[in-house]
């Protein structure tokens, strides 16, 4: 198999608000790119769960992200239900950022819950796409492929939200998943040669 060009991870670290719901942790990872620094992060926000009262704090987390040089943030849990309002409360940031709160359904029981912000002066959407994969009449949720177009580089970005182990066939679903993921993977790497893949999402696998 074709190798892609490793993409080094230079620096990370991790934001954390005690009075947030769960105590979610935002990580944010440093990534050198033909000599350019890019700043990811992935943020698992549980949004689906947050009062209307305490909105204002995912304002404030993703602004710390952004203030601490961001260029891509990756967000998850955020449920139909609550997609118009993260789009409201995102919303400030689109001067700067473009945003893709992904709105396809995986199937009709089954929905993505994943949300993307990219910074306009480094990338650009051009691409994105669903992930899924069909067992025992169930679909199951692999990630989002995302294209960003970069100067002078583009990105294929794989976001990820796999089941917990502690569900019923939890184990199955995210080894189905994670077959799906290493074929498209592939796929990119057997078109593209030196193709940049970043992989990252709630993979669900700790501390269970």
Not at 35 to 53: G, M, T
Not at 83 to 97: N, V
Not at 101 to 109: H, L, N, Q
């Given at each position: 198999m074709k190798q892609g060009k490793?993409?080094?991870?230079?620096?990370?670290?991790?934001?954390?608000?005690?009075?947030?719901?769960?105590?979610?942790?935002?990580?944010?990872?440093?990534?050198?790119?033909?000599?350019?620094?890019?700043?990811?992060?992935?943020?698992?926000?549980?949004?689906?769960?947050?009062?209307?009262?305490?909105?204002?704090?995912?304002?404030?987390?993703i602004s710390h992200l952004i203030n601490s040089g961001c260029d891509i943030i990756g967000l998850c849990e955020i449920g139909s239900?609550?997609?118009?309002?993260?789009?409201?409360?995102?919303?400030?940031?689109?001067?700067?950022?473009q945003?893709?709160?992904?709105?396809?359904?995986?199937?009709?029981?089954s929905e993505f819950d994943i949300c993307l912000l990219v910074r306009k002066t480094r990338f650009f959407i051009n691409e994105c796409r669903a992930l899924t994969h069909t067992i025992y009449n169930r679909t199951i949720r692999c990630g989002i492929r995302y294209v960003l177009k970069g100067i002078p580089e583009d990105i294929y970005l794989f976001l990820l939200h796999w089941p917990s182990r502690m569900h019923d066939e939890g184990g199955l679903k995210k080894g189905q998943a994670a077959?799906?993921?290493?074929?498209?993977?592939?796929?990119?790497?057997?078109?593209?040669?030196?193709?940049?893949?970043?992989v990252m999402g709630d993979f669900n696998d700790e501390p269970y």
């Open positions: 490793a993409l080094k991870i230079e620096q990370c670290a991790t934001i954390d608000d005690a009075s947030y719901i769960n105590k979610n942790s935002a990580r944010i990872s440093k990534l050198t790119m033909d000599k350019k620094q890019i700043v990811i992060a992935w943020w698992n926000c549980s949004f689906n769960y947050l009062p209307q009262e305490e909105h204002c704090i995912v304002q404030e987390i239900k609550k997609k118009e309002e993260i789009k409201t409360i995102l919303s400030i940031f689109e001067k700067d950022f945003i893709n709160v992904f709105s396809e359904k995986a199937s009709k029981r077959v799906k993921l290493n074929k498209e993977i592939e796929d990119v790497i057997n078109t593209k040669n030196e193709a940049h893949i970043i």
